[in-house]
């Protein structure tokens, strides 16, 4: 039986790793002509971004804007 702080060890990595490629996805939907909330509804219906809502995907994007990790 896995103990509760390997297991939440375990879900904060998979959030991790779908929080680095949050940007890369939405850059690749950008260059293809996607405006802000299409770019938002395919990701969300991507299979790694299921779990996040609407709110969190838009505000992980709103945040790394503001960081200058994003440059338009």
Known sequence: MK??????E??????ESVQEG?????????????????AIEVM???PKYRKMSRDQLA???GDEKRKG???R
């Open 3 to 8: 103990s509760f702080k390997s297991i939440r």
């Open 10 to 15: 375990q879900r904060n990595n998979d959030m």
């Open 22 to 38: 949050v940007m890369d996805d939405y850059k690749a939907m950008k260059a293809k002509g996607k405006s802000d909330a299409a």
């Open 44 to 46: 969300l219906a991507m």
């Open 59 to 61: 505000k992980k994007i």
């Open 69 to 71: 990790i994003f440059k």
